[in-house]
């Protein structure tokens, strides 16, 4: 019997991770915006939104890249409905916001990534 615990695997962390893509895979199903030029260079941010319109919910993924100065920058998502309240949570983050719909869509989601690389979830559900 071939025994994991040998290759320093981390169980929690597997567990967290499997819960977490369970919970935003079916996001990948839904409408693609990308907030950014698309880019190859070293400096530059990357960002994109993937939206369920049918649920009223979906992420925007953020990455920045090792030699992107910026620390934060601000992404205006798509698709949603500006009459709408939305709960907008940082997976990496406990706790969520409530921010009107058109809030979100004229000043954007502010994303903040310290590490360089470093990526960033933010899921978005319209607070019914």
Not at 9 to 36: C, M, V
Not at 68 to 82: H, N, Q, T
Not at 94 to 116: C, E, N, T
Request: aromatic share 14%; with cysteine.
């Amino acid at each position: 019997c071939w025994d994991m615990r040998n290759y320093g695997l981390d169980y929690n962390f597997l567990r967290q991770k499997t819960a977490e893509w369970r919970s935003i895979h079916h996001y990948y199903l839904g409408d693609y915006y990308p907030l950014t030029e698309y880019s190859l260079s070293n400096s530059d941010w990357m960002a994109w939104q993937f939206d369920r319109p049918d649920l009223g919910e979906g992420m925007v993924q953020a990455f920045r890249r090792a030699g992107a100065a910026v620390s934060s920058m601000v992404f205006k998502p798509r698709g949603l409905d500006g009459d709408a309240w939305y709960i907008v949570k940082n997976l990496d983050e406990a706790a969520g916001s409530r921010i009107y719909g058109k809030d979100l869509l004229i000043q954007g989601i502010p994303v903040p990534i310290a590490s360089q690389p470093g990526a960033v979830v933010i899921t978005y559900k319209k607070d019914l």
